[in-house]
Every structure is written in C-alpha cells, then in structure tokens.
C-alpha cells in the first residue's frame, strides 16, 4: 500500500498528450499531506471561485423577490428553478447601481447598465474610440487568483455583441455587451462559440489540436496513457470521481460536435456558425457546463457569463414569446406583456439554476464545487419600463468556502452601493481592496 506522502497530487498536476494538458478535478488525493506536503503545496484546500452571470432588461420584480426575511422567505414564481438549492442561496435586496443612471447623460439606460455593473464606475459616452468605464471586480480578482490558474478569467457569453458603433442613444455598443473590463479602456470581448471556449480550456496552443479537430478524436484519446498511470495511484473514491469528470469533458465534446451539424430554431433558413448551437437554450446550457468543468479542473477561478446583451430585442418564440424582449420590457403595465417577460425571467433563471445544481453536484473535500464558489446572478437594471437602477435583481449562490451563510434573504438600506457587494466578496477571494467603484464600505450580514 503507498504510503500518504507517496499518494499524495499536486493540484497543479496535469494529464498529457500531444497538444492536449488536460487539469485534474478535485480529488482525496489532493488532499492528503503530510506536513512536508503542506508546505510545498499551500493550495492543498479547494479555492474559492467567483462568477457574474447577468440577464438584460431587469426582472418582472413583484415575481422576483421573496416572500418574508431571512431564513424564512419562500422563493417567488420566477426563482422555482432554484428550489433544489434554496438553502445555498442568498437572495439580496436594495442594492443599488448609481452610475448606471444618467446624472446629465441623457438616454442609455441599457448602456450603462452593462457598463456599471461591475465597475461601479459612469462610462464615458461616446459611440467612437473614445471609450472609457473602469476596471471590473472580476479582474480586480483575476490579477490575484489569475496567478494560480491556467486562465486568469473566463468571458463568455450566448449573444453575439459588437465593439463599435451607436447602440444605445450614443453610447457605444461595447457598453451593451461587454461586462468585463480589463482597465478602465480596455473591454475583454466574450466568447461566444463552445468550441473556441473548451479549445482554450483544455487545448496546449499546439498545432496538434487541429489535427484532432479534422480527426473528431476526443482530448481524452490523448492523455489515455497519462491517466492509467495516474489511476494506478488512486483509491477507488478517486477513480470514480475522474471517470465521472471524464464522462463529461467527453459529454461536452459530443455537444460540440453535434452542434456544428445541428440547423437553427429561428429562422430556418440561417445556418449557424460552427460550432454554436442554433437552439440558444441549448447555447446557454452548454456555456453552463463548460463553466463548471473549468472551475472543476480549476482552469480559472474567475469568470462572467453574459446570457444576452443588455437592451436586447431577442425573441423567444420556443416559449411561446415571439415578440422582442425589449419591446416587452416596456409593458406599460400591460398584464399580457408582462406576463411573457415573466416568461423570459422564468427561462433564464432555469438555466441559472441548472448551472448551480450542475455544480453542487460535484463532490469536492468537505463539501461541493458549490459550496467553494460565489456565483452572482443579476442584473443592472431593476424594471426594463422604468429604467431604473435602485433595488436591483441579485442573487448570489454558493458558500464562498464557508464564508457565506446560505439560505436567506437579505434586505439592504435603500441605494446601497452594488459595489459593497462587490468589495465583499473580493475579501473572499484574499483581494485587499480599500475601496471599489463608488462602494462606501462592506455589506454586512453575509456571515452570521
């Protein structure tokens, strides 16, 4: 029997194969150290890991919120997806994007919305070169945890978006669709096609991966060798959980591959690029599961995810919503109108929801892939007929490595800075920030 030193992996440990460095997921393995151990490897404890997921055009609200405080709420209609994972959730209320509103700037509500959302910072207006917002919280946490990762941070998206032109009453259409920002004049575009994105999670920047692309071989063909000698040192608890992250690198291959051939939903006569599903919930659920598997091989620590740009028009007629989302979001009060952005609310928040499930079930140490993540879901506008930025949609999923408590909804004093909420979970992430965007200091309450 191998003694525990012998036993012991590196987090850092990699399976390879021509062109292909395939990460591990968590495993026992890593766990296992004697005190010489530790001390060579100080990431022996799973890391925590942060995402922003957000969703244009605000919420029908009064299906948004919950019912009650606290522990004791009952989540509302357009939150029924996440019943599974209630008690990993944490419901916040009254938090504020001031600088998505105009103060002076006139219409490009849509605009700022996206921009401010994570730079708490006004962006510049103008539709030309000149564009200007600030650096967001994702890579505020990139620049530190990008250091033990593969990838500092993962942008990508299911809406195509363009990095020029008017979008939005003078506002360039960068804001509309670009939620990460390198600094305060550098835009990190999304990706957008599943393929490109496994091909940069799990690809070595190797001619070869060509070659496997016009062979349709699998990644794991690769690093077959690799991995039998790598198994041959594992307990069985172990094993198992590597042939279940392997059934899933292979699952998302097979979607990719399938997705390339498959025609559009709307409309027939377009054929998509390759690669990107023509059924968007599909596109969405894709770029779901290939968010977990790089949190799982711990490929990044830190991504944003953008369902749609913001002021989008899509329609969704596989719902039974053929008009555009926008021109429903000004209903007006029109019972109908809002009742299919209920509708729109309900289906974006059930592939939200199937990412956090997905997640939570990955075992990982003490706990799941969930329990050591922080996973944001909003959005920078409130209602899409009012235009408004107070008391925004926001949820946020996961433990934070045992530095959240879960299950409750939290309400906040009128217009507190979103970027509070950001500053506090950048601490989460070891990131020392004195202040962030227009932050005016820590939420409090998120750990009782």
Not at 106 to 129: C, E, I, N, S, Y
Not at 245 to 264: G, K, M, W
Request: net charge negative.
């Amino acid at each position: 029997m191998m003694n525990v030193a012998a036993r012991h992996l590196s987090r850092r440990t990699l399976l390879r194969g021509l062109g292909v460095a395939l990460p591990l997921p968590w495993l026992e393995a890593m766990g296992r150290l004697t005190a010489l151990a530790a001390t060579a490897d100080s990431r022996a404890a799973p890391p925590n890991r942060i995402a922003f997921l957000y969703a244009p055009n605000g919420q029908h609200m009064a299906d948004w919120t919950p019912k009650g405080e606290g522990r004791d709420f009952e989540l509302a209609s357009i939150m029924e997806p996440f019943a599974s994972v209630k008690q990993k959730l944490t419901v916040l209320s009254g938090l504020a994007a001031d600088k998505a509103r105009a103060h002076g700037d006139g219409g490009g509500d849509h605009a700022r919305a996206m921009a401010a959302f994570l730079t708490g910072v006004q962006p510049r207006k103008t539709d030309g070169t000149s564009i200007r917002s600030g650096t967001s919280v994702d890579q505020i946490a990139a620049a530190m945890a990008g250091s033990e990762t593969r990838l500092p941070s993962l942008e990508i998206g299911a809406d195509k978006g363009a990095m020029a032109g008017n979008c939005d009453s003078g506002y360039s259409c960068v804001y509309s669709s670009t939620m990460s920002w390198r600094s305060p004049t550098q835009p990190l575009p999304k990706e957008v096609n599943p393929k490109v994105v496994f091909d940069r999670l799990f690809g070595d920047g190797d001619p070869a991966a060509a070659a496997r692309a016009a062979r349709r071989t699998s990644i794991l063909d690769f690093v077959r060798e690799d991995s039998r000698g790598l198994e041959r040192r594992l307990a069985v608890g172990d094993r198992r959980k590597l042939d279940e992250y392997f059934t899933s690198v292979r699952d998302i291959e097979q979607r990719i591959e399938r997705a390339a051939t498959l025609p559009p939903v709307e409309p027939p006569a377009m054929a998509p690029p390759a690669g990107i599903p023509g059924d968007y919930g599909e596109h969405i659920r894709l770029m779901c599961d290939l968010l977990v598997l790089a949190f799982q091989a711990d490929v990044t620590r830190v991504a944003t995810f953008v369902l749609a740009n913001e002021g989008s028009n899509k329609p969704y007629p596989f719902i039974g919503v053929p008009e555009g989302h926008h021109d429903l979001s000004h209903h007006g009060g029109n019972p109908e109108k809002q009742a299919k952005i209920r509708s729109i609310n309900l289906f974006h928040a059930g592939h939200v929801a199937h990412l956090l499930q997905r997640l939570d079930a990955v075992p990982e140490e003490d706990g799941t892939l969930l329990d050591h993540a922080m996973i944001v879901y909003g959005s920078g506008i409130h209602d899409g007929n009012k235009h408004n930025h107070e008391n925004l949609p926001i949820l946020l999923a996961g433990g934070g490595c045992g530095t959240i408590t879960t299950g409750r909804h939290l309400t906040f004093p009128a217009e507190t800075p979103l970027s509070n909420l950001w500053l506090s979970l950048l601490d989460r992430m070891d990131v020392s920030v004195e202040q962030f965007g227009d932050s005016t200091g820590r939420l409090s309450g998120l750990l009782e």
